[in-house]
């Protein structure tokens, strides 16, 4: 199972500079939340911002990352 910080880590890989939080929502290594602060959103639709957080894990999530919940924002956001 893979661990919050690992995919922090690769969330930072895919999207150098950016902001990121990751929790571990069940202990269980299964469900995740993701927060992501990045310039790379500027311009993108939610879902464009989103998808380009679903694709660092690919088929993983519905598989291995059971859930991930993604919040999106670029600096300077106020949502």
Not at 25 to 34: E, V
Request: hydrophobic letters at 35%.
């Amino acid at each position: 199972m893979p661990t919050a910080n690992e995919l922090k880590e690769r969330i930072e890989r895919a999207l150098p500079g950016a902001q990121v939080a990751v929790q571990d929502l069940t202990g269980g290594g299964d469900h995740f939340r993701a927060e992501v602060e990045s310039d790379r959103f500027a311009g993108l639709s939610r879902i464009q911002q989103h998808k380009l957080i679903y694709d660092v894990f690919g088929d993983e999530v519905g598989g291995p990352i059971h859930a991930l919940s993604i919040k999106t924002s670029t600096p300077g956001d106020r949502r």
